[in-house]
């Protein structure tokens, strides 16, 4: 019989956090699912500590690291489930996260993505975030990012999920062609509810389904890795999915921020990482353009649709925080 719900988790040399997350995963009170471990060429025997999980979990093993996108595409190929979710190595469910998404889709039938709750695993009286948002010049932020447990908004919709932990309708994600391989990690998850969105799809963001994250645990918040593929792919996601009327004024925002966040890097030695990304993201443009029109094309909302999903307020976005609108 076919489980309800496959769980992707994409593993690169995550070292211990990989097996905490994965027995987390084996302790759900939601048992309906199947779990692909999609390991990117990892060297540091992790793998060999998932020995003793059972049936529902498999690996598929990657003979290189194709990155974030990539890897959770190959475990979502083939995939029969109604729902498929992706969790984070270092993202460790509480006992009733995936039954907290399912009883959710049961509430909201028509939406296509849910979020989860993700406190910060190293101080649990602060949030990690509370689902993604989407800053008018272009920037996504996870919300509420480093705020008090106490600032957790009930049941809403947000512009995206995290994919650190996060549920999408099967059918809607491969439809989409899943994540944009081009890249490799970070923004992938925006981008590709930016999709969604522009086809009328919703996220609702579930604040019963809790997972304890670490967060850039492998990557680093601040290292090169990380500034490189945020600025080339924020770049991207603006210019693949904004539409037309939005797209001109905030070509010029999205430059000022960038400006202003550049000037920040130089205390902390990020600038070149910063303005490297920016480069590859220019030269990219070609293939991201072409689709653009393709999108724009069959989108199915109006610009002003999208529009109301952003976050207009600089300070909002400045503080990292977070309005989860009502369902």
Known sequence: MVARVR????????????????????????ADFEAVIADNGSTDGALQALAGLDARFRVLSL?????????????????????????????????????????????????????????DDGDPSRLDGSGDAYFAAGFPWRGNHGHAI???????????????????????FLAAGGFDERFFCYCEDVDLAFRQRLTGARCIQVRDAVVRHVGSGLTGARSDFTLYHSA??????????????????????????????????????????????????????GPIWAERRRL????????????????????????RGHDVRPP
């Open 63 to 119: 003979a290189t690291n194709l990155g974030f996108a990539a890897a959770n595409n190959r475990g979502a190929a083939g995939a029969e489930t109604e729902w498929l979710a992706t969790l984070n190595p270092d993202a460790f469910p509480e006992p009733g996260w995936l039954g907290a998404l399912l009883a959710a889709t049961a509430r909201f039938p028509d939406v296509t993505m849910f979020g989860s709750t993700q406190i």
């Open 7 to 30: 769980v992707i988790v994409v593993n690169y040399n995550a070292g211990a956090d990989l097996e905490r997350c994965a027995a987390a995963l084996a302790e759900q009170s939601f």
């Open 150 to 172: 106490e600032d957790l908004p009930a049941d809403g919709e947000t512009f995206a999920p995290c994919a650190a932990a996060a549920l999408y309708r099967t059918t809607e």
């Open 296 to 319: 724009q094309h069959a989108r199915a909302v109006s610009w002003w649709s999208i529009a109301r999903a952003f976050t207009w307020s600089p300070l909002r976005f400045r503080r």
């Open 232 to 285: 080339r792919n924020r770049l991207w996601t603006l210019f693949k999915n904004v539409p037309g009327a939005l797209l001109v004024p905030m070509i010029p925002a999205h430059l000022a921020v960038t400006l202003f966040i550049s000037a920040t890097a130089l205390r902390h030695g990020g600038l070149a990482s910063i303005w490297r990304g920016l480069r590859d993201g220019v030269t990219g443009l």
